[in-house]
Structures are given as C-alpha cells and as structure tokens.
C-alpha cells in the first residue's frame, strides 16, 4: 500500500512484531474481523478499534468494514488454540487487547 510507517515511533523491542505485521499485511486483501475480549469492553481497546477503523485503512484495507467479535477468556482459549496472532492476521483478523504476544494485545506487559 501507499502508506509510510515511521518506525522511529516504535519501541525497538516491538520492531519486529510491527515489522512482521506490516509484512503479512501487503498479502491480505481485506481485513474482515477484529477479535477483543468480551464486554464491558475496556477503553483502551474502544480507542483501539477507533482508531484502526478511523486511520488503519491504507495499511489494513477493509479494516473501516471489519466486524468486531467479542470473545470470553474460555472462548478464546479454544479460539487461539495452537494458533498464534500471526496465523490470524494471515487470515484477516486482528487480535485488539487479547491473543497472546499480538501486536495489538497491551496485557503481554504485565509479565514483563
């Protein structure tokens, strides 16, 4: 796509993680469905999926159309299920504040 990403922006330790999502990005033709932990939603990821849907069209094309899936934690286990975020995104979803080391998913941290 047409869009410039200024990886100064970006801590180096997220580099890679960024880097590989921008890469399976240029193979998916639409981005179908955003997949977060189930209500009450947190803010973070409210701001979140604004966002992705108010500014991540050129990198995430589909993105402003992209149904959003709310999941429960036992949801998700059977979800992510020897799948990783990586194997997601090949398939058009974005994991927003849940699914392991994603991308999108603040919660990594706190085992930091």
Known sequence: MGCQINWDLVPARFR??????????????????VVS?????????????WMLRKF???????I??????????EDQKTLF??????W??????ILLGTGGDSPFNEHQLEEE
């Not at 932990?37 to 999926?49: R, T």
């Not at 997601?88 to 979803?93: M, Q």
């Open 37 to 49: 932990h189930q209500l009450p939603l947190h803010l973070d990821e409210e701001v979140g999926y």
């Open 88 to 93: 997601h995104a090949e398939r058009g979803t």
């Open 81 to 86: 299920e020897g799948h990783d975020w990586e």
């Open 16 to 33: 890679p993680m960024f880097e590989r999502l921008a890469e399976i990005s240029t193979r998916v033709k639409k981005w179908k469905r």
């Open 56 to 62: 991540g069209g050129e990198i995430f094309p589909g």
């Open 64 to 73: 402003r159309d992209a149904e959003i899936v709310f999941r429960s934690a």
